[in-house]
Nanobody, 128 residues
């Protein structure tokens, strides 16, 4: 049984930082590209960042470039999202997802349907 579990969300002031973690079990982690998505109340889901199976390729939404950094540790079956210089507009539920794909990451922010497994989400709230 595959499980994807996010952690690390919370309440932070604008300008602050958080690091989200996502651990996947029940799958061969390095067979999967990993992505972070977010969805705020009343808004559509947005691809935030993604990373290829070996960490060699990464992509970011324009809204987070230069502030967020994605990384993965295949030995720990974990992907991270370091979020710096947080803004109130970053407030959202953040979801981690796994996609059984190799290759680069040109597809991974726009094609949420390509992901096979999703976590339950972790809330990030940024106060002004």
């Amino acid at each position: 049984q595959v499980q994807v579990v996010e952690s690390g969300g919370g309440l932070v002031q604008a300008g602050g930082s958080l690091r989200l973690s996502c651990t996947a079990s029940g799958l061969t982690f390095d067979d999967y590209a990993m992505g972070w998505f977010r969805q705020a109340a009343g808004k559509e889901r947005e691809g935030v960042s993604c990373i290829s199976w070996n960490g060699g390729s990464k992509d970011y939404a324009d809204s987070v470039k230069g502030r967020f950094t994605i990384s993965r540790d295949n030995a720990k079956n974990t992907v991270y999202l370091q979020m710096n210089s947080l803004k109130p507009e970053d407030t959202s539920m953040y979801y981690c997802a796994a996609a059984a794909r190799y290759g680069g990451t040109t597809w991974c922010l726009a094609r949420a349907y390509e992901y096979n497994y999703w976590g339950q989400g972790t809330q990030v709230t940024v106060s002004s």
